[in-house]
């Protein structure tokens, strides 16, 4: 009789354990979600896109932002660029340099519209494709 007693009580803890830890799995995992869901609700995408004459592909990424990023802050953050002296505009890009006396220059499109402002001013915007070109200016 007592080890049909000590038999009955280790199955009665195991048990015990056995739900208490399944109920502590189920709401560590709901807690942890909703942060993790919040953040790819900011997460906004660009893609950005740079070649050569227009056509040649030197690169092509789609990248995170937040609301209210410049490209600039973007491109700073994924691209190694060479700025002008007052800092404003993009002069290199990955080490592809202007070219002043061949009178190569990089120059960039959002949604195929030519955009008037500098990559400092112009405000990304969800799903924006960014496309530098590489080109020759006569």
């Known amino acids: 009789m007592k080890k049909f007693l000590l038999t009955l009580l280790a199955a009665?803890?195991?048990?015990?354990?056995?739900c208490a830890s399944g109920g502590n799995n189920t709401n560590s995992n709901s807690s942890t979600e909703a942060?993790?869901?919040?953040?790819?609700?900011?997460?906004?995408?660009?893609?950005?896109?740079?070649?050569?004459?227009?056509?040649d592909v030197i690169s092509e990424k789609t990248l995170e932002f937040e609301?209210?990023?410049?490209?600039?802050?973007?491109?700073?953050r994924n691209f190694e660029l060479t700025l002008d002296d007052t800092k404003e505009f993009i002069v290199g890009i990955d080490g592809v340099e202007s070219d002043t006396a061949n009178s190569y220059f990089w120059t960039y499109k959002v949604n195929e519209e030519e955009i008037m402002v500098g990559a400092k001013e112009y405000v990304l915007k969800a799903d924006d494709v960014v496309h530098f070109?590489?080109?020759?200016?006569?």
């Open 35 to 55: 942060p993790v869901e919040e953040k790819q609700q900011d997460q906004l995408e660009t893609t950005i896109k740079l070649t050569k004459d227009g056509e």
């Open 133 to 138: 070109d590489y080109a020759k200016w006569e």
């Open 12 to 18: 009665f803890i195991l048990a015990l354990t056995g």
């Open 67 to 76: 609301e209210g990023e410049s490209l600039m802050e973007v491109m700073e």
